[in-house]
């Protein structure tokens, strides 16, 4: 009768301690997997709120760049002052109006085009009143040419051209020229087809 008692007795122990321990391994598990702890949280903000700083940073520097090479595509679109009425769409700086025209023409075609805009070739009267040109990418026929009686350079309006002016870089076979960037002109042959630019003063 003892010995039966004793085997029910143990076995009501077993029994009894088996479901706590499966509460107790339920508990840990759910301590384990279920709410994250605050540091893991923390981190995740901190993480998420980095890449989103940098994604920003990286917009607002290509926005930045785009618009800077923008810009230095395209410096003649100045306007520094209002310096009195220009014709639509040509530039107004300083004391003068300018165009720049993007079919390749002669040096007298040229010429003609300018005329009929009532303008006339660039002419480069003084660096530092028309700074904005040694930005200026690219070759246009200028208002520069040789006199074929002596062989000087003048302007056409006839002035005498002066090395203060302009550097000029002289090619062989070339009594026109073209303006290149930073106030430097190259001889060029009048009959060869170039850009130009055409100006006027305002009045």
């Known amino acids: 009768m003892r010995e039966s008692h004793n085997y029910k007795l143990k076995l009501g122990n077993r029994s009894t301690s088996v479901p706590g321990q499966k509460k107790r391994s339920t508990l840990v598990a759910n301590t384990s997997g279920g709410n994250p702890s605050p540091f893991v949280v923390a981190r995740s903000v901190a993480l998420a709120m980095g890449i989103h700083f940098i994604v920003m940073v990286m917009i607002c520097s290509t926005i930045i760049i785009i618009n800077s090479l923008s810009n230095e595509a395209a410096p003649i679109s100045l306007n520094e002052t209002y310096c009195g009425p220009c014709p639509q769409n040509w530039i107004c700086y300083r004391n003068n109006c300018y165009q720049f025209f993007s079919e390749k023409k002669s040096w007298l075609q040229s010429q003609a085009s300018c005329m009929s805009h009532n303008s006339s070739l660039l002419k480069i009267y003084s660096k530092e009143e028309q700074d904005f040109l040694k930005l200026v990418k690219s070759y246009h026929w200028m208002g ?11 302007w056409e309006d006839g002035s005498i051209f ?7 870089v002289e090619m062989e076979n070339g009594t026109c020229v073209v303006y290149g960037s930073n106030f430097k002109g190259y001889t060029e042959n009048c009959s060869t087809p ?10």
């Open 162 to 168: 002066s090395p203060s002016q302009l550097t000029l």
């Open 194 to 203: 170039n850009t130009y630019i055409c100006m006027h003063g305002t009045v």
């Open 144 to 154: 520069l040419i040789q006199n074929p009686a002596n062989g000087s350079w003048q």
